[in-house]
Every structure is written in C-alpha cells, then in structure tokens.
C-alpha cells in the first residue's frame, strides 16, 4: 500500500496568506476583547504555519510546542522596552511584536495553536484515508 504523502509547503504559503489577511482585517475593523482574542489566536496560527514550514518533517505535537514557545517568548518580550524600541523605528514591527503584556494573549495563543493543530491532523487523516484502496 503506498501511503500520500503530506506536502504542506505550497498550501502553507496560501493559507498563510489567509491568515494575515483576516488577521488584519479583524485589527483594523474589529473593536473589543473579541477581536483582540481573535486577531491574538490567528497571530498564533501563523507563528504554526511559519515552523511547519521551516520544519515540515516535525511533528505537528512538535509544532505546536515551537509556535508556542515564540509566542510566549514575544509576549514576554513586551515586558521589556525592546518591542517598543522597534516599532518607534518601524511601526509595523508593534502587529509581529506587539507593546503591551496580557495573559488573556497566551491563552488566545493556546486556542490558535491547538485550532492548527487539530485542523493539520484532520486533513493528514483525511490524505491518509484517501489513499486507501477502495473495496467493492
């Protein structure tokens, strides 16, 4: 039996391109704790899709743990002055690095990857699945 196999790099670029685009549509559109929650879980889905692909041979467990670590890492980063530093060079640096620490963030972080996550293991099942042959 010869199993499909997962080549996520070229839907990654698509669906990461998704990703930005609803994430700044919801920024710049949106207003309340929804939207920060929403526009903070998709900014998680990206940091995902980036290590799948840097990484595409790793787990999607693996994964996760990755995308996770770089966001607590640049929520904490916001502790500091550094992530304010950037953006009054380049302003555009506060929508990757953020300005302001919340621990809501990291729980919006959590949902984002383990929403990626679940959808990467349903559409691996759903390719494995497929290349099964059929009996009649």
Not at 42 to 70: D, H, K, Q, S
Request: hydrophobic share 55%.
């Amino acid at each position: 039996m010869v199993r499909a196999r997962w080549r996520p790099r070229p839907g990654i670029l698509i669906v990461g391109l998704c990703v930005v685009a609803t994430g700044l549509l919801i920024h710049y559109t949106w207003v309340g704790a929804t939207a920060d929650f929403l526009a903070d879980a998709l900014y998680a889905v990206l940091v995902y899709l980036l290590v799948i692909f840097v990484a595409p041979r790793l787990r999607p467990i693996t994964w996760a743990g990755i995308a996770y670590g770089i966001c607590v890492l640049v929520e904490l980063a916001q502790l500091t002055n550094g992530p304010t530093a950037v953006a009054a060079v380049f302003p555009p640096a506060v929508l990757v690095l953020g300005n302001t620490f919340a621990w809501i963030d990291l729980m919006a972080y959590a949902v984002g990857i383990a929403s990626a996550t679940a959808c990467v293991l349903l559409s691996r099942g759903l390719l494995a699945r497929g290349s099964k042959p059929t009996t009649h």
